[in-house]
């Protein structure tokens, strides 16, 4: 089983898709920001959601390339580095100032925070939680692997259950989806529900289970496949998932 972990800045709420737990620093171009010599800091990203339960790497691959949208190759304009600037001739004369160098600058406003201000949820948080319902609803690879761990004897005794419940006058119809079902652990239960509050329409899939993801001193998950007592992802796991540089 394979798993993908949604990280937030909790300075920034920018977010980071990762299929590891102990991300390298190259990961930053997902938000442009790796910059050289810069290293990530581990203890400022936070899963606010971790997906498990995905068999196969090739959809684990399709469902990362389609939650994270564009890779930056170069840093974002605001920290690339200055280029050098050129000596000036001394024998061309200074152009005249266009400002007066002693006039007062005027203050920008101060823009005050309320301290009683309600949370809201980022909305680069909001952003991810709908790509990835997008992703698990209408991706193909996904659908052929839910479709794949189906098998028809059991369908079929879940047809003469609907059937028989028919019969009854039971209204409960067995799911489908039992045996191919993925889970998502939140760390708050409001951005389960942030696809529904959309203006898309969108709803989860029935293949998808939801649960509370709990945080091992505030940032380590406690999900399948995660040694709580290495902190780390279990090792017969990560021979099948890219490497990666620890950063504590």
């Known amino acids: 089983m394979h798993k993908l972990y949604f990280f937030r800045n909790q300075i920034t709420s920018r977010v980071l898709v990762s299929p590891v737990f102990r991300m390298d620093s190259a990961i930053l171009s997902q938000i ?5 010599g810069l290293r990530i800091r581990g203890d400022h990203w ?13 959809t684990l691959q399709a469902i990362q390339a389609h939650v994270v949208k564009k890779v930056s190759k170069d840093p974002i304009a605001y920290y690339r580095l200055p280029l050098p600037e050129t000596k000036r001739n001394p024998f061309v004369p200074r152009p005249p100032r266009s400002k007066n160098p002693f006039a007062q600058k005027a203050q920008k406003p101060f823009q ?15 952003a991810k939680v709908i790509d990835l319902c997008k992703t698990l609803t209408f991706n193909p690879v996904v659908k052929a692997e839910v479709e794949s761990s189906l098998s028809a004897p059991l369908i079929g005794e879940a047809i003469v259950g609907e059937e028989a419940n028919t019969e009854h006058g039971d209204s409960v119809i067995p799911s489908d989806y039992e045996l191919g079902q993925y889970t998502i652990w939140w760390e708050r239960e409001q951005y389960r529900y942030l696809v529904e509050e959309s203006a898309e329409g969108l709803v989860w899939p029935e293949f998808v289970e939801h649960r509370k993801l709990k945080l091992i001193r505030n940032r380590y998950p406690a999900v399948p496949g995660f040694d709580v007592k290495a902190l780390d992802d279990a090792a017969s796991l990560g021979a099948s998932q890219p490497t990666s540089t620890t950063v504590v």
Do not use: Q, S
Request: glycine share 6%; charged share 30%; hydrophobic share 35%.
């Open 32 to 36: 442009g920001e790796h910059r050289p």
């Open 112 to 126: 005050r925070v309320d301290p009683l201000a309600p949370w809201t949820v980022p909305e680069d948080v909001k």
């Open 46 to 58: 936070v899963p606010f959601a971790v997906l498990t339960g995905v068999k196969r790497p090739e």
